[in-house]
């Protein structure tokens, strides 16, 4: 190592990008680009020991510091490779490629190294060729100018090492030999510190004895991690005396940083002791944050979530619970996998309000009235059975109140009196949707074993809502599915169950939790899917679908003005008169609920506030009266509906609300109507059409929906004797048409249908009963008098009346029993204009529910047996004693 090395004039150049190889520093590197792979092959392959390279830093043009990573070749394209560079006094110049996209930065000193290892491969498939060289620097040397030779760089070079002579004159100066000195006593401490930690040193000591100083300042240096600049500043360092300084500082520095990490252990494990070494971590941070300056009074996250469970009011036996978790989670470590599942636990814990409550402020029945009043019209029995409750809760509190269930169509207003039930009980509400739940999970939560696990909906409602009696709305509770994951309905049980409920177990909570001051109110559109035991829980108040008189006055009272107010208008701009109101609900709408009526409205609405959009880009040209001319209105309201709009300038004292005043507000009319929202969707003259000919009857029946008028048409063609059905029907209704063919098969000599002697009556034809709106699945027993008039009508040829629907079972015997639903039923033959309705005699006590103004403009025939059925659903009475009386 303390040869001199004879330097040729001109070496090929190996460029290093952000690293700096210094003499005596042995490094590995693996050449893979052509380049850098010709290089090697020519100057060290083919050269063998005699060959040498030159190792010149590169530096980037966006680069300021280095890693501790090595680049594994230059694999740098230059651009022209027939170009040479002049090299002046800067310590840096410039290469630009033709490209002009890399500016790369050479430094003009670099060391020239020998191979002390070299290894050829070939890469498969491709066949490239590739080299792996250990390589030792030597000497620096200086570049004079570069070139190119084939794919790779040479550089014309000049030595910078001092010679013999002139190292031996810098030995015998007093500066450098106190320099010298300093620098084996530093190094030789660190020697000593890194043999205590590692076991190690004897070969570097030995170093210490052989070496020349200033090598031995190259060699420490390159063993430590340091910046790209540091690195460029020792190979600048030819004068042997900075060297070594150089060399000295980062010795020492290195020695300091090996101490003070010395330091903070030897702290840590002096307040260790045998049942502290769980802490060993915690305590390492804390030194560290001492010998930085950084340790505050303010305690950590940890005791933070400690005070805020301390403040939750948990009862002991879950307090005990939580200290548990609380002291596991601090012997843990925010980089263990379990950490962040424990703290998001204990912070539920901490969210939930275990004892936070509403404050309830006296139950006033009457304002309660006048709420339900002004927010509901209509359902009179359905409010009276709310005010009974809150009565109750005034009476007696902490008394355990029946859990009420809504059932009725959509867009009645179940969701809106649970929200009034909560305002006038002065609680919080909390809306939980079940509509789709299928995982039991939803309701009970995950346990906390499985990835990804949350408490279930109710326990998240509660932390929401932050108190723990609110009125918590079950939404949808008729929808819930159950498949493998189980069964929400049945961990339903437990919820709404006063006796269990105090002690609900949700599994991610894992501690019972008291549900007993929450007021669980539940909606449904039908009872049927709940299951019995569930329903059995619940107290059912059902909601029927509106009045046509009903819908107006909702209309007038709550549907306009919401509308108005959702699209920026008012009632000084668009009136719909109520006129116009009652013909949107006869003839656009025809549904139990209010929801299709809010939307025709809604169309009104952005049809007039088109007007009110484009009068807004005239504002700045006049202030003066416009007439306003759109192509979208015209399409709309036609050519003679023009609306006047004032332009008010605005002034401090304006608000944007009035920025348009209108001289004549905007009123709607029949054709206003057609033009907005179409042609009208149904007519009174609907039934009588469909009932035109003989073989089809109307019967009336229940969805979910709400009531509904179900037309049943019968036909007969040359056949076997079949009877055919169609109109997606299931079991019940096919048994239902099989029941009314063997009927009227029974009756038919009495109903002149067939002599005496013609036994068959389907004898050389088939029967054919469809029920249309095909793809709408229908079911139930109450269709059984309908199909038995739709076929005497058939047979007798004449046919029913159109103002006449029905609804009723028959059985073989012809009695006619009661069905459900009658109230939704009749609503829906009002709605259709329907006059007449065929009942079962033993439903007559049901039409109290049906309110009198409806029950005034119809005729209710009670039927105890299929003769009057049929002797009220023709005219003139039942056919067969129309053919005795002539």
């Known amino acids: 190592m303390g040869e001199s090395v004879e330097l040729p004039g001109r070496l090929g150049i190996l460029p290093f990008r952000n690293k700096v190889l210094l003499p005596g520093a042995i490094i590995r590197i693996r050449c893979t680009s052509p380049s850098s792979v010709k290089l090697v092959e020519q100057e060290l392959w083919q050269k063998e020991d005699k060959g040498l390279i030159g190792i010149l830093p590169v530096r980037d043009a966006d680069t300021t510091s280095v890693g501790t990573v090595l680049s594994s070749g230059p694999g740098i394209d230059l651009g022209d490779r027939n170009s040479k560079t002049q090299v002046g006094v800067a310590d840096t110049h410039k290469i630009v490629g033709k490209s002009q996209q890399e500016v790369i930065q050479w430094h003009t000193r670099g060391v020239a190294a020998r191979a002390l290892h070299l290894s050829r491969g070939v890469e498969k498939p491709s066949g490239r060729v590739t080299y792996v060289v250990v390589l030792e620097g030597l000497c620096r040397f200086s570049v004079q100018e570069i070139s190119t030779r084939g794919t790779y760089y040479t550089a014309r070079v000049s030595p910078l090492d001092m010679t013999r002579p002139e190292m031996e004159l810098v030995e015998q100066d007093p500066d450098f030999t106190a320099l010298s000195l300093q620098f084996k006593a530093t190094a030789m401490e660190l020697i000593s510190v890194l043999e205590q930690k590692q076991k190690t040193g004897g070969r570097t000591k030995v170093l210490l004895e052989t070496v020349p100083v200033h090598k031995l300042a190259d060699i420490f240096v390159a063993s430590f991690e340091i910046s790209f600049e540091e690195q460029l500043s020792m190979l600048d360092s030819v004068d042997v005396k900075v060297r070594v300084s150089k060399a000295t500082e980062l010795v020492n520095r290195h020695l300091q940083s090996i101490r003070v990490a010395e330091k903070i252990t030897q702290k840590v494990e002096g307040q260790l002791s045998k049942a502290q070494k769980e802490y060993l971590l915690r ?350 209105l015209e399409s709309r309201l036609g050519d003679s509906a023009e609306v006047e709009m004032e332009v008010i300038p605005m002034g401090d004292n304006h608000e944007m609300s009035s920025d348009f005043r209108v001289n004549s507000p905007l009123i709607v009319d029949e054709s206003m109507l057609e033009k907005v929202l179409g042609p009208p969707r149904f007519d009174d003259k609907e039934t009588g059409e469909r009932v035109a000919a003989p073989g089809i009857s109307v019967g009336l029946v229940w969805t979910s929906f709400g009531g509904e008028v179900q037309f049943v048409e019968a036909t007969s063609m040359v056949g076997k004797g079949d009877l055919h059905l169609t109109g997606q029907l299931g079991d019940v209704i096919k048994e239902s048409a099989q029941i009314a063919l063997t009927w009227v098969r029974s009756r038919a000599t009495e109903l002149k249908f067939a002599s005496a002697k013609e036994t068959n009556l389907l004898e050389g034809r088939d029967v054919h009963i469809h029920f249309p709106a095909g793809a709408i699945p229908k079911d139930g027993p109450s269709a059984g008098v309908t199909l038995v008039t739709a076929l005497v009508s058939l047979f007798s040829h004449t046919r029913v009346r159109s103002d006449t629907a029905m609804t009723g079972e028959m059985t073989l015997r012809g009695l006619v029993l009661p069905v459900g639903g009658v109230k939704d039923k009749v609503l829906a033959a009002h709605r259709y204009g329907i006059k007449r309705v065929l009942l079962p005699e033993r439903n007559l006590k049901d039409l109290v529910d049906v309110p009198s103004a409806v029950l005034a403009s119809m005729e209710i025939l009670p039927a105890k047996r299929m003769e009057d059925v049929l002797e009220h659903a023709f005219e003139g009475g039942c056919p067969w004693r129309r053919s005795s009386r002539l």
């Open 283 to 632: 305590q390492q941070m804390r030194a560290i944050k001492e010998e930085l300056g950084d340790n505050d009074d303010d305690e950590d996250d940890v005791s933070a979530l400690e005070r805020k469970m301390q403040s939750a009011g948990m009862p002991a036996n879950i307090w005990k619970h939580a200290q548990r978790e609380l002291r596991r989670l601090q012997k843990m470590q925010p980089q263990q996998p379990g950490y962040n599942n424990s703290r998001v636990y204990l912070e539920l814990l901490a969210d939930l309000p275990w004892q936070t409550a509403s404050e309830e402020h006296e139950l006033d029945l009457k304002a309660a009235k006048e709420h339900l009043d002004s927010d509901h019209y209509g359902l009179v029995k359905v409010k009276q059975r709310i005010i009974e409750y809150l009565a109750v809760r005034k009476l007696k509190p902490d008394a355990r109140g029946p859990v009420l269930c809504f059932v009725g169509p959509p867009g009645v207003g179940k969701t809106s009196l649970a929200s009034s039930i909560a305002a006038a009980l002065g609680r919080k509400f909390i809306r939980i949707s079940l509509g789709g739940v299928k995982d039991e999970a939803d309701i009970r939560g995950h346990r906390r074993t499985y990835v990804g696990s949350m408490p279930g909906r109710l326990i998240d409602g509660l932390k929401k809502v932050a108190v723990c009696n609110p009125v918590m709305l079950l939404d949808e509770i008729d929808k819930t599915g159950s498949d493998v994951r189980g069964d929400p309905a049945s961990a339903l049980l437990e919820v709404l169950d006063p006796e269990q409920n105090k002690t609900f177990n949700d599994h991610y909570l894992n501690v019972p939790y008291d549900l007993s001051k929450v007021i669980f109110v539940a909606t449904a559109n039908k009872a049927q899917p709940i299951p019995p035991p569930l329903l059995d829980r619940m107290e059912v108040i059902e909601l029927p679908g509106y009045t046509p008189e009903e819908k107006l006055r909702i209309a007038m009272r709550h549907l306009i003005p919401r509308v108005l107010d959702q699209h920026g208008l008012t009632s000084d701009f668009l009136q719909i008169p109520e006129v116009m109101v009652k013909l949107i609900i006869e003839r656009y709408t025809r549904e139990a609920g209010v929801r299709n009526l809010e939307r025709n409205l809604a169309s009104l609405a952005r049809a007039a506030a088109v007007i009110v959009a484009e009068q807004e880009h005239l504002l700045p040209l006049s202030k003066d009266v416009h007439q306003l001319s759109s192509p979208l």
